[in-house]
């Protein structure tokens, strides 16, 4: 019998061990149920609690950092607490004394963690008073989200100081957090007025972060009384928030004689003029009159300007962008990076003369969707020349009335009058330059409506009806494809003509000329607006009309 070396041995021992590897873990299921508080000193509504210590008691061994980065005890910070561990269970000792006939909050938030990964899934409020009585106060109600995920509510007594409030700097005296659906309940207030806002503290240090956190704002303020004591329905629609102001990156020539300007972020052409530049001669001191400027849709951070007059080789430009440009959150320019030198010497960059928003033969075109082209004048003997923009039926003939010119630059198709399952063709003709010489250009873009047993009708109300205001309905179907409408100034709306699909319907009060949702600011702090989610998810039939869809505004 031939005999194993010992390097044949080894190996067998490698191939058993990955092959044993494969079998399941031994032990049991895996534990998935969140750990639960089984005992606690104070308990709920506990009164005369004088003790300088609190304790829990979990059910399962937790991660311990987890549960004292979850723990928040207002007036006290985490330097004022000190833990001790004995197995399941913590003492928590408080390094300043408790106050005599007050109602605390201890708090341990929803991202707590056992020893299995397993959440504790929803933040536990224990309220106790150090006197005879307790206060009740409750503020309850939804948070919308674009993801399941525990998130904080904040509330802060309004003072006199309220509006110079920075909540990313002050805690607040009462917070939680809410489970998993987005439910919460902010217990144990005093009668107060309160300001409120929520985010879902990526720092774990119950302190808003801009930037970093989604954000909202209360629609209003909210006040509790001994006659009013639980408020519910506070609700909010979460987001970033745009805080910082847009700077100016860079200038360059481009290769038509327009002046390429790239910013941070997009800016709002509502507040879009070309006497919000400024281009001075550094040699002479002398501004040169800028008499066009356009964002560029093909690149929304990107901005062309055109002066009156021919840059002079061999010269230093300042561009400044002044501060009466604003992006589209309604932050203005910031005043220390709104200007670039520019040397004209050499075209470094390329504008192209013309923008569609749509791919050629494109297909499934529905009457809510947004069809344009953007014609950006080139320099020309410096003479505007308007481009011509038709639209074009699936036999060549020219559609009359059918294109909109939504700004000087941009030509929309009006496509609520199209025929469904039909060809269409945006075509844009304009002239150029070649060589020196001007000449015809002509582009096309085509397009097929969608089929019309595709497609169904919603129908339905917004209450209550709020005088002065528009109020947008907003219908995202299971792909993430969103249908918007006006509601009447009664109330009722109407969509003709949406995929079939089921749908989350949400309707809000428009702020400025944009269709998303405003959710407030933060600091100077402003309201969010108000704003209603229909319970349901609601299925859209083709060909079939959905009907008593009532949507209630918050």
Known sequence: MAKISKAVLVLLALVLAGCAGQYPPTGGPIDTTPPKITMSSP????????????????????????????????????????????????????????????????????????????????????????????????????????????????????????????????????????????????????????????????????????????????????????TDQKVPGVDFIVAKEDTSHPQLYSASLANNGLVLLKFSEPLDTSYLSPSYFVVRDSATGRTLPVDFAARLESNEYNIVIRTTQPFKPHRKYFITATDSLRDTYNNLMSAGNNMQVFLPDSASAKVDPYYFNFPDSLRGVTAYDTMFCQFVIPSIDRIRTNPTVTLLDSVGETMPGMIERASETVFSVNLRKLKPSEWYTLNLEYKTDSNGTQMDSVVKRSFMTVDSSLVGDLEGDVTPVIPGSRIIVAARNERGKVFYTYADSDGTFKMDGILSGVYNIRAYVQRGSGMTYFNGRSYPYRFAEPFGVYPDDVKIRARWTTEGVIVTLH
Not at 96 to 104: A, D, I, Q, S
Not at 109 to 129: C, E, P, T, W
């Open 43 to 226: 308990t709920p509504d506990e009164l005369n609690f004088t003790s300088g210590e609190i304790r829990l008691k979990f059910d399962k061994y937790m991660v311990r950092r987890t549960v004292e980065s979850a723990i928040f005890f207002p007036p006290y910070s985490l330097d004022d607490l000190k833990f001790d561990w004995s197995g399941k269970e913590v003492s928590i000792r408080v390094g300043k004394p408790l106050v005599k006939n007050r109602t605390y909050i201890l708090t341990i938030g929803a991202r707590a963690q056992d020893d299995h990964g397993n959440y504790l899934g929803k933040a536990i409020n224990i309220v106790f008073s150090t006197g005879t009585e307790i206060d009740t106060g409750m503020i309850s109600g939804q948070i919308y989200a674009p993801k399941p995920e525990p998130y904080t509510v904040a509330a802060y007594p309004v003072t006199p100081e309220i509006d110079t409030l920075h909540p990313y700097l002050t805690l607040p005296r009462y917070i939680t957090q809410s489970d998993d659906s987005g439910r919460y309940v902010l217990q144990g207030l005093a009668d107060a007025k309160y300001r409120l806002i929520c985010f879902d503290d990526q720092m774990r240090n119950f302190l808003y972060a801009p930037q970093i956190d989604l954000y909202s704002s209360a629609i209003h303020d909210v006040v509790v009384t001994h």
